[in-house]
């Protein structure tokens, strides 16, 4: 594990280093998908790199990726073992040029995220995790925050504040907020420096997986509203229902 681990950081950096170029540029080659999302350049460069890599170092394992998400349900249900990836997390951000995007690799076994990589272009940052190996922020190990504050930090998505989200805030009373983009959210939990990233909003299973791994290895929990870890490729569509990322499992951060 710790090798593929290892070998898959070198890929997110090589990912990272395409998606830089196209940063730097003057047009972004922006796109709307189907689904009113924005897709660039940068999303296609880093995807192919990734999926070309993958390929190489285990070309038994299938790959599903947010820019090839077309796999049907009767296929993918087969796969006891898969890659999920989302070359570009945070395409907004990107395109606002606020430095808050990532590369996302994450490795499923049995519908669980087991290994991944989460890289921060822009800072040449570097998280990582893998089952039984713990989880790390440029190579040193990291876990969360436990017990949580007694104002808690809340760290909230900087495109994406649902008026959900809101009424929840509203009534878990006093909390510092944060505001963030892309899986930098379940990162900032990862490491202590969040106590909670409540998601209470649609969001598809590539923008997840990779940091789900990093939190749950650093200690911490990704959980949906009937307090159940997060699960991968159970249904036909690849949406995820609502969820909590949290460090501090003393506390009851989900009402009933």
Known sequence: MKKLLNQIEIIAKLAGNAILEIYKSADFGVEIKADDSPLTQADLAAHKIIEKHLLEITPDIPILSEESADIPFSTRKTWQKYWLVDPLDGTKEFIKRNGEFTVNIALIDKHKPVLSVVYVPVQELTYS?????????????????????EIPVVVGSRSHMSVDVQEYLEKLGKYKLTAMGSSLKFCLVAEGDADLYPRLGLTSEWDTAAAQCIVEQAGGRVVTLDNKALRYNTKDKLLNPYFMVYGDSMREWIEH
């Not at 790390?136 to 949580?148: L, V």
């Open 129 to 149: 995790a893998a089952l039984e190996l713990g989880a790390f922020k440029n190579g040193k190990k990291i876990q969360t925050r436990k017990p949580s504050r």
